[in-house]
């Protein structure tokens, strides 16, 4: 069994889950801001190449896998064309010489193939967020909300307001659990190519793990995981308010839930996969 070292800057979303939580499930050695003293078999850089990092692993000889997650300049790298994406992209493989890479959607994984990139890459989900309870599914709907940082939503912040507050219902951010919410979005404003094909399914992951009705953009990471079709898209106001009428209905709702559920990405399935692709390399 392959001794496992993951680091990253112990700050980020993306860390807690990749890092902290991922890192448990499959038995690895986890250090914030790891100097290696000692040979690891692996050792997997989560989101952020810091220099000392990369150079203890260098001097050790451990095999560098870097798991990319979004970790592409932001906010401003979220308005980049595909061209400018794929620029950074290849600098940073250039710059690590990575033994294999981690991405978060397929197409991430299929955009590092077209980067030139000749070593091993596995397109890893996001899981959920552990130990969160199930949405009860209230008869009628009260609060929409949405988890993460707010300054994303962009426009859509003062639409979802207005939109929620013309049928008597409550928009907040970032609630205690999302089964306190009767609807949970996934927007943003960002129309870059990362940002539309390179972000991770995490939102839509805990939305099906709770089984909380969901609206988000077409956004790659939801699209490749929406495994039961459950989910409701809106790129628009208009299709907004669409998925808002469809899912006012109490019996709508109770069947997305369950379909929601039903496609759930648990913690055990994607650290499975990622352990038997780590031993594999």
């Known amino acids: 069994m392959k001794r496992i070292l993951i680091a990253g800057n112990g700050k980020s979303g993306s860390w807690k889950i990749r890092g902290e939580q991922l890192g448990a499930a499959i038995g690895a050695t986890i250090e914030p801001h790891a100097r290696p003293t000692k040979r690891f078999d692996l050792g997997v850089i989560v989101k952020r190449l810091e220099t000392p990092t990369v150079n203890a692993m260098r001097a050790q000889r451990i095999p560098i896998v870097w798991d990319i997650v979004d970790a592409w300049p932001q906010p401003h790298g979220n308005t980049w064309d595909r061209g400018a994406c794929m620029d950074w992209l290849r600098g940073q493989i250039k710059s690590l010489k990575p033994h294999a890479l981690v991405a978060a959607t397929c197409a991430m994984a299929n955009d590092i193939t077209d980067a030139g990139f000749k070593g091993p890459v596995l397109a890893l989900p996001h899981h959920a967020r552990p130990g969160q309870p199930i949405n009860p599914i209230r008869r009628a709907v009260a609060t929409v909300g949405y988890e993460g940082g707010v300054q994303y939503l962009g426009k859509w912040h003062h639409i979802l307001e207005a939109e929620c507050k013309a049928r008597g219902w409550r928009f907040v951010t970032n609630p205690a ?20 094909m390179w972000k991770s399914n995490v939102k839509l ?31 628009t106001k208009g299709e907004l308010r669409g998925s808002f009428d469809r899912l006012d209905a109490l019996s709508i709702r109770r069947d997305v839930s369950a379909e929601l559920q039903a496609a759930r990405i648990t913690i055990e399935a994607v650290a499975a996969r990622y352990r038997e692709w780590l031993e594999s390399l």
């Open 177 to 196: 659990a999302l089964a306190d919410l009767d609807i949970v979005i996934a927007m943003r404003e960002a129309q870059g190519y990362a940002a539309r």
């Open 205 to 235: 992951a805990n939305a099906q793990c709770t089984g909380t009705p969901f609206v988000g953009c077409r956004e790659s990471g939801y699209l490749e995981t929406d495994a039961t079709a459950a989910a409701e898209w809106a790129d």
